[in-house]
């Protein structure tokens, strides 16, 4: 029974920053992929930042790079997204995912990802 919940979400301004949570449980397999997926009203779900939860290589979208940060604490079985440099087009949903298999074929793609929170919002205002 793997659960996937997310917080952190709220409205900023453009410059801001947010952190963003996944807690896991249940979710015991090792070196799979684990990130954050988003999705703004009228455009298709699209892939943010992945980590290999053993190993702890990180991938990122091309839109993000050098303004997000995807890590994780295993300690916390956590997985966190550092927003820094927030612009109006990261307006979205963000969703936690998790695969079971590692990020080298999960990528930033959904299809290999087969656990999914709910969702925590992300507003930011210009």
């Known amino acids: 029974q793997v659960q996937l919940v997310e917080s952190g979400g709220g409205s900023v301004q453009a410059g801001g920053s947010l952190r963003l949570s996944c807690a896991a449980s249940?979710?015991?397999?090792?070196?799979?992929?684990m990130g954050w997926f988003r999705q703004a009203p009228g455009k298709e779900r699209e892939g943010v930042a992945v980590i290999n939860t053993g190993g702890g290589s990180t991938y990122y979208a091309d839109s993000v790079k050098g303004r997000f940060t995807i890590s994780q604490d295993n300690a916390k079985n956590t997985v966190y997204l550092q927003m820094n440099s927030l612009k109006p087009e990261d307006t979205a949903m963000y969703y936690c995912?998790?695969?079971?298999?590692?990020?080298?074929?999960?990528?930033?793609?959904?299809?290999?990802?087969?656990?999914w929170g709910q969702g925590t919002q992300v507003t930011v205002s210009s």
């Open positions: 995912g998790a695969a079971t298999v590692g990020c080298v074929v999960a990528g930033l793609g959904d299809l290999e990802y087969k656990y």
């Open positions: 249940g979710y015991t397999h090792s070196n799979n992929c």
